[in-house]
């Protein structure tokens, strides 16, 4: 069973930025891939980024492409994600997930594990 404790979200005014860590109980932590989601009210849970189990490859959602960065310290068992020029539309409960498979980006499907989900919001 793998625990994953995120933090770092809040409130934010449109053009600032966040970030969002989320520490993973496992070892060892480069047996997985990491990836941030994101839900909104009212609409499904969507993808936001993916970094691959050595951290050389990273994957982003278009909406997202440009201002938002995924990194990991498999030293600290931590990911990251960078968000900077944020939107409103950006407004949603942003999740850390974990999967051992094989796809990437990670689908919704493949993750093995959830965080709790962290609030982000952006005001106008």
């Known amino acids: 069973q793998v625990q994953l404790v995120e933090s770092g979200g809040g409130l934010v005014q449109a053009g600032g930025s966040l970030r969002l860590s989320c520490s993973a109980s496992?070892?060892?932590?480069?047996?997985?891939?990491m990836g941030w989601f994101r839900q909104a009210p009212g609409l499904e849970r969507e993808f936001v980024a993916t970094?691959?189990?050595?951290?050389?490859?990273?994957y982003y959602a278009d909406s997202v492409k440009g201002r938002f960065t995924i990194s990991r310290d498999s030293a600290k068992n931590t990911v990251y994600l960078q968000m900077n020029s944020l939107k409103p539309e950006d407004t949603a409960v942003y999740y850390c997930?974990?999967?051992?498979?094989?796809?990437?980006?990670?689908?919704?499907?493949?993750?093995?594990?959830w965080g709790q989900g962290t609030q982000v919001t952006v005001s106008p």
């Open positions: 997930a974990v999967s051992a498979a094989v796809h990437l980006p990670i689908p919704t499907i493949a993750v093995d594990y």
């Open positions: 496992e070892h060892p932590f480069s047996s997985y891939n």
């Open positions: 970094i691959n189990k050595s951290g050389g490859s990273t």
